[in-house]
């Protein structure tokens, strides 16, 4: 499902911002890392890192890829770390499985604890009020002798602070196809409503969602990179 993303240009991007906003320094934490791709691209930007997750088999591989960095199998909404670092980093929406308004403010809470002053948390998330429930994004991989279609797409009720990521797997294979369906319960939370919980601890800062160019958020677009600099 993650064969269309280009990695490397999310870290160099932020890396970008951090040089723009950070405090200089080069100890990194990664939240909902995953196998550690974005983790990768960081250490080659000269960075330490460390990576957290709750699941193990995507740490294992993390570790494979990325040795020189250090893994915790944590929670990011009630994550402890032993030193403090200058940047934290939460990539592809994952900041939206913290599930509800009370456990954001918790992993809001606890990154502000583990960055260093002046340090850089960074992430990207989806405005609630700006969904539309009929758009589906979709691409297409081809791997050994089948071809796989990939569907997501955000659906909001209209109301409350759940949302969730509809995702679907096309998988053909000699003229036989099977389909999966999944959904992920995610928290649902306009930006104002984050530049509410984020303003007591950080400076905010909004760009829009484009990894080439750093342009400020147009208050149009449902999609954003937030910036937040530890007061």
Not at 44 to 68: F, K, S, T, V, W
Request: hydrophobic share 35%.
């Amino acid at each position: 499902m993650c064969a269309d993303i280009n990695y490397k240009a999310q870290s160099d991007y932020v890396h970008r911002l951090h040089q723009l906003f950070g405090n200089k320094g080069n100890h990194h934490l990664d939240l909902a890392c995953g196998t550690g791709p974005h983790i990768r691209h960081f250490i080659d930007n000269g960075y330490q890192c460390h990576g957290l997750d709750i699941n193990l088999p995507m740490l294992d591989l993390a570790q494979l890829r990325c040795p020189e960095a250090s893994f915790m199998l944590q929670n990011m909404c009630d994550f402890t770390i032993e030193q403090r670092v200058d940047i934290i980093t939460c990539f592809l929406y994952s900041i939206h499985y913290s599930d509800s308004i009370g456990k954001l403010k918790s992993c809001i809470g606890r990154v502000y604890a583990a960055l260093n002053q002046g340090g850089v948390f960074c992430f990207n998330a989806v405005e609630k009020n700006k969904i539309n429930n009929h758009s589906v994004v979709r691409h297409t991989a081809d791997c050994d002798d089948s071809h796989f279609v990939f569907s997501s797409g955000w659906h909001y009720c209209g109301s409350g602070e759940k949302q969730s990521l509809k995702l679907s797997i096309e998988k053909s294979t000699r003229q036989v196809t099977q389909l999966w369906h999944d959904e992920h319960p995610m928290v649902a939370v306009s930006f104002g409503e984050l530049q509410q919980l984020l303003s007591p601890c950080f400076d905010v800062y909004m760009f829009e969602h484009d990894y080439d160019k750093i342009l400020t958020w147009d208050t149009r677009s449902g999609n954003a990179i937030f910036v937040c600099v530890k007061k």
